[in-house]
């Protein structure tokens, strides 16, 4: 068993950690909420009164921040950083999704004081992480993906190396923006039913059958009362939030610029999810989006 450090502890973060301690690791886990911490700690893990200690006898730590700015922050910033304190051969699981370029820039600076990292965005939403069934996109090399994969493989079913650093987070983008797609499109076809008379379970049932079969349609339905468990029929409380989906589609926008792609169903996506957030939903579950299109 490993010595973890956890520095991160949201939606997400608490789960992950709370499976890294049901797999017997030793984990002491940081965030600035002290209920967040709290919840983890009853569950096992220790905690410190700094990240600082936390990593201190680390052999992996992993980080689940906001944004690049957070992890950029934590890991390099002067005297503070956990570069400075992190020890040699130790490996940073950072399983924010943030840009490749943040990513990158972490990795060379860690590298240069002997510590490896990997970036390893994650995809499978509260649920996954609860159940520890996430899928995991690892950047970096193999000898690291091969250090981080028995340690992801207690909080994830799917594990997957994307490539050289940065390689996660660009998978991460690709898969949210066509994620983003999906739910739009479900969300027109389901209204489009409704506004002429079909019941949304029958049309559901008939499209999960026939060519349209999608996981935002068979997993995720954002139809209030066609699937139970589902944010869409709990008022869209829980689940993947409109304002973090609008931020992972300005990622892949930026990764789109840089690269000189062209992605006009990715910028369509972010536009209806950026104005929903303006319209006050920016809390509320993503598959919210189908309110959008109501007649």
């Given at each position: 068993?490993?010595?973890?450090?956890?520095?991160?502890?949201?939606?997400?973060?608490?789960?992950?950690?709370?499976?890294?301690?049901?797999?017997?690791?030793?984990?002491?886990?940081?965030?600035?909420?002290?209920?967040?911490?709290?919840?983890?700690?009853?569950?096992?893990?220790?905690?410190?009164?700094?990240?600082?200690?936390?990593?201190?006898?680390?052999?992996?730590?992993?980080?689940?921040?906001?944004?690049?700015?957070?992890?950029?922050?934590?890991?390099?910033?002067?005297?503070?950083?956990?570069?400075?304190?992190?020890?040699?051969?130790?490996?940073?699981?950072?399983?924010?999704?943030?840009?490749?370029?943040?990513?990158?820039?972490?990795?060379?600076?860690?590298?240069?004081?002997g510590i490896n990292f990997v970036d390893?965005?994650?995809?499978?939403?509260?649920?996954?992480?609860?159940?520890?069934?996430?899928?995991?996109?690892?950047?970096?090399?193999?000898?690291?993906?091969?250090?981080?994969?028995?340690?992801?493989?207690?909080?994830?079913?799917?594990?997957?190396?994307?490539?050289?650093?940065?390689?996660?987070?660009?998978?991460?983008?690709?898969?949210?923006?066509?994620?983003?797609?999906?739910?739009?499109?479900?969300?027109?076809?389901?209204?489009?039913?409704?506004?002429?008379?079909?019941?949304?379970?029958?049309?559901?049932?008939?499209?999960?059958?026939?060519?349209?079969?999608?996981?935002?349609?068979?997993?995720?339905?954002?139809?209030?009362?066609?699937?139970?468990?589902?944010?869409?029929?709990?008022?869209?409380?829980?689940?993947?939030?409109?304002?973090?989906?609008?931020?992972?589609?300005?990622?892949?926008?930026?990764?789109?610029?840089?690269?000189?792609?062209?992605?006009?169903?990715?910028?369509?996506?972010?536009?209806?999810?950026?104005?929903?957030?303006?319209?006050?939903?920016?809390?509320?579950?993503?598959?919210?989006?189908?309110?959008?299109?109501?007649?």
């Amino acid at each position: 068993m490993a010595n973890i450090a956890f520095i991160g502890l949201g939606n997400m973060g608490s789960p992950m950690a709370i499976n890294l301690v049901k797999a017997g690791h030793q984990v002491c886990v940081f965030d600035l909420s002290e209920s967040a911490v709290a919840q983890v700690v009853a569950q096992g893990a220790t905690t410190k009164a700094s990240a600082i200690e936390c990593v201190k006898n680390a052999q992996f730590i992993v980080s689940m921040l906001p944004a690049g700015k957070h992890v950029e922050g934590v890991y390099l910033t002067a005297e503070t950083g956990l570069i400075n304190h992190i020890e040699k051969g130790s490996v940073v699981i950072d399983s924010s999704t943030i840009d490749a370029a943040t990513s990158r820039k972490v990795a060379s600076a860690l590298a240069g004081q002997g510590i490896n990292f990997v970036d390893a965005p994650v995809s499978g939403g509260v649920g996954g992480a609860v159940a520890g069934t996430l899928s995991f996109m690892v950047g970096g090399s193999i000898d690291e993906f091969n250090q981080v994969e028995p340690i992801l493989k207690t909080m994830g079913k799917n594990i997957f190396h994307a490539g050289d650093h940065g390689a996660g987070q660009i998978a991460k983008a690709c898969n949210n923006m066509l994620l983003s797609v999906l739910m739009i499109g479900t969300s027109e076809a389901l209204q489009l039913g409704l506004a002429n008379g079909l019941d949304a379970k029958v049309l559901s049932n008939i499209m999960s059958e026939s060519s349209g079969s999608n996981w935002t349609l068979d997993v995720y339905n954002p139809c209030p009362d066609v699937m139970e468990n589902v944010p869409s029929s709990n008022d869209y409380k829980g689940g993947f939030m409109v304002d973090l989906m609008a931020k992972d589609l300005g990622l892949a926008m930026d990764t789109a610029v840089d690269s000189q792609s062209s992605t006009p169903m990715g910028a369509l996506a972010r536009n209806l999810y950026v104005m929903h957030a303006a319209s006050g939903n920016g809390g509320k579950d993503f598959s919210s989006i189908f309110n959008l299109f109501n007649k």
